[in-house]
């Protein structure tokens, strides 16, 4: 997989010792919390512009969590002086070398490849944190595997491939983003609430009513605060006049035209500069079986995973986790008398669309909703298998409407839910944060962190299982959409879930093996998500794999 700044590798003293840590330190949560029947409170108040999220006199604990991760996330992507392209870094000049080459290469050795990261104008880099992706891969057999990317902080990387099939392996390092362009992402991300603009949908009487909605509203005017009081969490409506906060009923989104970023540092971002091969002139390597040993048995999927890199690799289009091996079993039986609760973006909807197109005896409940993010509900009485997806709280973008009368945030879904061993919960958020402040995310992910934390102690036995995001299509406006962002949010997630009993899914690791370049990955990667990982979470072995 990409790994862009292993730099914990230098910064170990400062960070703690393994990437998932790099931000590690306890926080005390209350437990006690009274779950709130009433999750909005709809208030109307006079704005205050630049007070977006009800700070109490005295910052609160999450409050100090955001700003010291902020903190860590800052020191992990320093500023980085831009001046032209020409010293930022060139996939072109970079050098990359194999360590120790070989003439022929067995099945499960490792290779090492030394990048030297180059300028445009040749000059060695001397600091790191350029974006990278590596990726092996054999087309013909429908194979392939992230590679692991360490970097030195000082212009050189190391980058290992574990061999794991035979035959002939392409490798590819991607330079998606010079570190100069990581630098500008980043500054630009945490400058800007406006990128998306949400227009909210009033009703008043017989007429319809539009205006501007938005995580932070700049405006003089009246604002409708639409609150979850018990995580001050809030999302804003400028109020039309005479009508009620309470008369909105649906929302939508398009992107703002305004950038963060400065005309020169937009150069970095055409299509041209993202996502650039750096092995490019790279020979494929052959790799054969040789007289090694058989491969031991591996042990049987366990339900905590914890993320290594690679952490399995596909072949004949199928995943094959690195650490333990899998068995068939049918889909409904496996799933026979549990709850399933799938919450939050589309990438996780895809998963219930997948149980919905694979399992014929699930049948599929109309809510009377519409549109793409309307929840779903899908049983099979015979076997008492209840499915559900709900899509997450505020930002949701989308350029068709939804609904916004069922809208709830995770932690209160979370709250309600009497848990047990017959229920799973499966977390995914992501994608939609992107185009806001890293605060956003962050003070979501701890606010469902805690919910989790609640759950877990009054219900120990419920599975919860976080889908990290996956990657997504490379050339589509970096400030708003880059991987990077989705990179440092899934650090987040699995800095602040470290302490849970929760098992992780690592979808970025796998979308990188197939090589799906797509947010919504095609169902045969799904299959993958399901079938393998989500059932060994269920059951702490891979019961309902089947392989057809
Ligand atoms: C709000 O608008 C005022 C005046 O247009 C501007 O000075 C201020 O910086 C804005 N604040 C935010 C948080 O955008
Ligand atoms: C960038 O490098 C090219 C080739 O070395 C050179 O012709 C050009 O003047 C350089 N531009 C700047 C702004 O340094
Ligand atoms: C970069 O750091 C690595 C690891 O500390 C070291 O082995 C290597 O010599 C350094 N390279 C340069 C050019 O400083
Ligand atoms: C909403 O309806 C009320 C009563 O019909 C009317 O007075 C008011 O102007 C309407 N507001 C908007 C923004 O259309
Ligand atoms: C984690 O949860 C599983 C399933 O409920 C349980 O079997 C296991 O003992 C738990 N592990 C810890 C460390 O609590």
């Avoid at 604990?61 to 870094?89: A, G």
């Avoid at 390092?173 to 630009?188: C, K, M, N, Q, Y």
Wanted: hydrophobic share 35%; charged share 20%; proline share 4%.
């Amino acid at each position: 997989v990409l790994l862009f700044l292993i730099k914990v590798i230098l910064k170990r003293n400062i960070f703690g010792c393994s990437l998932f840590s790099f931000l590690s330190f306890q926080i005390q949560t209350a437990l006690n919390l009274p779950i709130s029947l009433h999750h909005w409170n709809m208030v109307t108040e006079s704005s205050s512009p630049g007070a977006p999220l009800n700070p109490a006199a005295s910052p609160t604990e999450t409050e100090l969590r955001i700003s010291e991760i902020r903190e860590k996330l800052d020191q992990m992507i320093p500023p980085r002086h831009f001046t032209h392209m020409n010293t930022t870094t060139s996939a072109k000049h970079s050098t990359v070398t194999i360590l120790n080459p070989r003439d022929t290469y067995c099945r499960g050795d490792q290779l090492d490849i030394l990048l030297e990261a180059r300028d445009h104008m040749g000059h060695r880099k001397e600091y790191g944190g350029d974006f990278l992706r590596a990726r092996m891969s054999s087309p013909a057999l429908k194979a392939g595997a992230s590679g692991k990317v360490m970097d030195f902080n000082n212009g050189t990387y190391l980058v290992s491939f574990t061999l794991f099939w035979e035959g002939q392996v392409s490798l590819s390092l991607l330079l998606i983003h010079p570190s100069e362009g990581v630098s500008a992402l980043w500054r630009a991300r945490n400058q800007g609430y406006d990128r998306v603009i949400f227009t909210g949908q009033f009703i008043n009487g017989s007429t319809r009513v539009n205006t501007d909605c938005a995580l932070i509203l700049n405006s003089s005017t009246e604002l409708c605060q639409y609150l979850d009081a018990q995580d001050q969490e809030a999302f804003y409506c400028m109020r039309p006049q005479h009508v009620p906060c309470a008369a909105l009923t649906h929302m939508h989104s398009k992107n703002k035209e305004v950038s963060y970023l400065s005309k020169q540092e937009r150069t970095i971002f055409v299509r041209s500069n993202v996502g650039v091969e750096i092995m490019e002139n790279f020979n494929v390597i052959s790799v054969s079986k040789c007289n090694k040993d058989p491969v031991p048995l591996k042990a049987k999927c366990k339900s905590r995973m914890t993320s290594t890199i690679p952490s399995g690799h596909v072949w004949k289009q199928i995943w094959h986790p690195g650490s333990c091996s899998l068995a068939p079993i049918k889909m409904n039986e496996c799933l026979r008398g549990k709850s399933i609760y799938l919450l939050g973006d589309s990438t996780i909807r895809q998963w219930i669309e997948y149980f919905k197109s694979n399992i014929n005896t699930l049948k599929t409940v109309n809510l009377h909703e519409y549109g793409k993010l309307q929840s779903q509900l899908t049983v099979d009485l015979d076997r008492n298998i209840i499915i559900q997806w709900q899509k997450h709280a505020y930002p949701l973008i989308g350029s068709s409407t939804y609904s916004v009368k069922d809208i709830e945030y995770m932690a209160r879904v979370i709250d309600r839910t009497e848990g047990g061993k017959n229920t799973v919960i499966v977390i995914c958020l992501g994608q939609h944060f992107r185009p806001f402040p890293i605060d956003v995310f962050i003070r979501r992910a701890l606010n469902v962190h805690k919910a989790v934390q609640r759950l877990l102690l009054r219900s120990p036995d419920t599975t919860v299982i976080i889908k990290r995001e996956n990657i997504r299509e490379m050339h589509n406006d970096a400030e708003r959409l880059s991987d990077f962002h989705g990179y440092i949010q899934n650090l987040v997630m699995m800095d602040i879930f470290q302490d849970l009993n929760v098992s992780i899914i690592d979808a970025w690791d796998i979308t990188i093996a197939y090589g799906t370049n797509n947010v919504h990955p095609p169902q045969y990667v799904n299959i993958d998500f399901n079938l393998h990982h989500f059932n060994s979470s269920i059951n702490h072995s891979y019961l309902c794999v089947h392989y057809t």
